[in-house]
C-alpha cells in the first residue's frame, strides 16, 4: 500500500525491486519506439541488492545496432535515480519474436506494424512461402510480402492488397 | 588449447567481417530500394556475430588485443577468412550465390556448434543458426529466381558458379588448429558436412535450372594467409578509420 501526500512522494518507501522494475522496463525501444524494452522480451534477468542493479540484456539480431543504444539508455536511467548499473549482455538463450509480450503485439498492431506470428508456423527452407499477415490497418489478409527486409532488421515489407497501405511485419525468429 | 580454439575462432570472424564488408559496399548501389536494405542488414548480421566471435577471441587471448584490434588492426596474412568471403562484389546474382553458398555452410557449421563444448561457442551458434536459416531463404529464392529467369539472368547465373564455385571447398578444409579443436569437441569437423551442403546446394539448383559443376582443380590458401589479389585493397579500405584515427571503436 502506497499512498501518495502533497509532495508526490510515497510514504512509506516501495518495494525497491518493484521500483527498479518500472524504471528499466518502461525504457522504449530506441528503433520501435512504441514498444518498451519489456515488451520486446530482451530483459533476461534482474537482481537488485542495495543500491547495485544487476541486469542481463539480450539483443534482437546478432547484429543489431540498437543493443547499444539500449544499454545505454538503462545505464543512464539507473545512474539517474541513484543506482550503480551492472548491464551484462548475454547470447544465450537466443531471443525470440515469441518472447514479444501480448502487451508489446498489440502495441505493434496499434502502430501500424503486423506483430510477428508464432514462430512454430515457420518452416525451414521453406522458398517463396506465402504465409498470410494481417494488415495492421484493416485487418485484411490478403497481402503480400515486398521485401524480406525493412527499415531494420527485425522487420519486412509488405503491401496489403485490401486497402493499398504498404505496412512492416515484425519478423518472426 | 586455448591456442587452437583462438585461431580456430579468428578463421570464424575473419569469414564473417569480410563476407560483411563486402555486402556494406552494395549499400546504395544495390539493383532495387529494397535490396539496397536487404543487403547492409544481412551485413549487420554478419558483423554482429563476427563482434561475438572476436570478442571471444579476444577473451581466449587473454585480453591482449580488443576485439577492435582483432577486426581491424592486422595485416592482410593474418586474416585467416577463406577466399570465396573476400572475392570481390559483380553483379547482384554473383552476389547472391556467395551467400548462399557461404549461409548454407554456416548454418549447417552452427547446428554441429551447438553442443560445442565452449558456452559462449554454443551460445553464439543457436542466435547465428536461426539468422543463416533467413538469409538462405533471401539469397535462395534469388537463385532460383534468376537462374529460372530470362537467358541472360540464367547465363549470368552460369557464369557466377562457374567463378565461385573452385573456391567453395575451402569451407570445408581443416587447418590444424580446426582439427585439434575438432577432436576435443569446441567446434564441428567441417568434412562431416559436406555431404548436407552439397544435397541443398544442389536442391536449390535444380530448381533453379542451373547445372551443378564438377570441378576438379579448387581454389584455397586464405586459411594459411595467403589471400587473393583483391583482399589489399579491400583491406585498406576497411581499416581507414582505424589507420588514421586509431584506438576507435565499435
Known amino acids: 500500500m502506497v499512498s501518495l501526500n502533497g509532495d508526490l512522494r510515497p510514504e512509506e518507501p516501495p518495494n525497491l525491486y518493484s521500483e527498479v522494475w518500472d524504471l528499466v522496463s518502461s525504457i522504449p525501444d530506441p528503433e520501435v519506439p512504441c514498444i518498451t524494452i519489456h515488451d520486446l522480451g530482451i530483459i533476461r534477468a534482474l537482481n537488485v541488492i542495495k543500491n547495485q542493479v544487476m541486469i542481463k540484456l539480450t539483443p534482437t539480431y546478432s547484429g543489431c545496432p540498437a543493443i547499444n543504444a539500449i544499454e545505454l539508455a538503462v545505464e543512464e536511467k539507473l545512474r539517474e535515480n541513484g543506482f550503480i548499473p551492472v548491464v551484462e549482455r548475454v547470447l544465450s538463450p537466443p531471443w525470440t519474436s515469441d518472447w514479444i509480450t501480448k502487451e508489446g503485439k498489440k502495441k505493434l498492431k496499434d502502430y501500424g506494424i503486423a506483430p ?47 486497402c493499398l497501405e504498404p505496412f512492416e511485419l515484425f519478423k518472426c525468429i | 588449447m586455448s591456442e587452437n580454439l583462438f585461431f580456430s575462432t579468428i578463421e570464424l570472424a575473419d569469414d564473417h567481417l569480410i563476407l560483411g564488408h563486402r555486402l556494406s559496399e552494395w549499400c546504395g548501389h544495390a539493383p532495387t530500394l529494397e535490396e539496397d536494405l536487404s543487403l547492409p542488414n544481412l551485413g549487420l ?24 584490434e582483432l577486426a581491424f588492426g592486422r595485416i592482410e596474412k593474418e586474416y585467416k577468412n577463406c577466399l570465396l568471403v573476400e572475392k570481390p562484389n559483380e553483379n547482384f546474382g554473383h552476389t547472391m550465390l556467395k551467400q548462399l553458398y557461404f549461409c548454407v555452410f554456416m548454418k549447417l557449421f552452427w547446428n554441429e556448434c551447438n553442443s560445442s563444448k565452449n558456452k559462449i561457442l554454443a551460445g553464439i551458434s543457436a542466435k547465428s543458426q536461426k539468422e543463416m536459416v533467413y538469409h538462405i531463404r533471401h539469397s535462395g529464392e534469388w537463385v532460383i529466381r534468376l537462374g529460372d529467369g530470362t537467358e541472360e539472368s540464367h547465363f549470368k547465373m552460369t557464369e557466377a558458379i562457374n567463378e565461385l564455385h573452385p573456391y ?28 548436407a551442403w552439397e544435397k541443398e546446394i544442389r536442391d536449390i539448383f535444380k530448381e533453379a535450372t542451373l547445372p551443378y559443376p564438377s570441378i576438379v582443380h579448387f581454389q584455397i590458401g586464405g586459411r594459411n594467409g595467403i589471400h587473393t589479389e583483391t583482399m589489399g585493397h579491400l583491406i585498406s579500405t576497411m581499416q581507414y578509420l582505424q589507420r588514421t584515427y586509431p584506438g576507435q571503436t565499435w
Do not use: W
Open chain 1, 116 to 162: 510477428p506470428p508464432p514462430v512454430t508456423n515457420i518452416e525451414e527452407n521453406s522458398f517463396f512461402s506465402t504465409q498470410s499477415v494481417a494488415c495492421p490497418k484493416c485487418n485484411s489478409s490478403n497481402t503480400k510480402k515486398v521485401s524480406h527486409f525493412g527499415s531494420t532488421a527485425c522487420k519486412a515489407q509488405y503491401s496489403c492488397n485490401s
Open chain 2, 45 to 68: 548480421d554478419l558483423l554482429g556475430a563476427a563482434t561475438n566471435l572476436y570478442s571471444l577471441a579476444s577473451n581466449l587471448e587473454g585480453g591482449k588485443r580488443s576485439e577492435d
Open chain 2, 168 to 195: 567453395t571447398e575451402e569451407l570445408f578444409y581443416m587447418s590444424e588448429v580446426s582439427l585439434n579443436c575438432a577432436k576435443k569437441n569446441y567446434l564441428p569437423d567441417r568434412l562431416k558436412i559436406k555431404k
